[in-house]
């Protein structure tokens, strides 16, 4: 694994009946930040590797729009990232 990324509009996001969606924002990035890191855990104790953990803030993230029957939206999140070598 060079690169792993955990987008939190990937977690706790759904789209609802009426062609809208829900989306625990704050719960979102905590699971994906706590992925994260147990992914990192992982490779470095386990499997021994150097890791190295980052974000990226302020990322824009699209969802729905042409070819779905969802509207397009557009989320704003921070990407958290474990690359390993």
Same mark, same amino acid.
Do not use: H
């Given at each position: 694994? /060079?690169?792993?990324c955990?987008?939190?509009?990937d977690?706790c996001?759904?789209?609802?009946d009426?062609?809208?969606?829900?989306?625990d924002?704050?719960? /979102?990035h905590?699971v994906?930040?706590?992925?994260?890191?147990?992914?990192?855990?992982?490779?470095f104790?386990?499997?021994?590797?150097?890791?190295?953990? %980052? %974000?990226?803030r302020?990322?824009?993230?699209?969802k729905?729009g042409?070819?779905?029957?969802?509207p397009?939206?557009t989320?704003?999140?921070?990407?958290y990232i474990?690359? %390993?070598?």
């Open positions: 694994m /060079a690169q792993q955990y987008d939190p509009t977690y996001f759904q789209w609802t009426d062609g809208w969606y829900t989306w924002r704050e719960r /979102a905590k994906a930040r706590k992925d994260r890191d147990d992914t990192a855990r992982d490779l104790w386990r499997r021994g590797r150097k890791i190295r953990k %980052s %974000s990226i302020n990322q824009t993230i699209t729905g042409v070819g779905t029957p969802y397009e939206i989320l704003t999140c921070t990407i474990v690359e %390993s070598d």
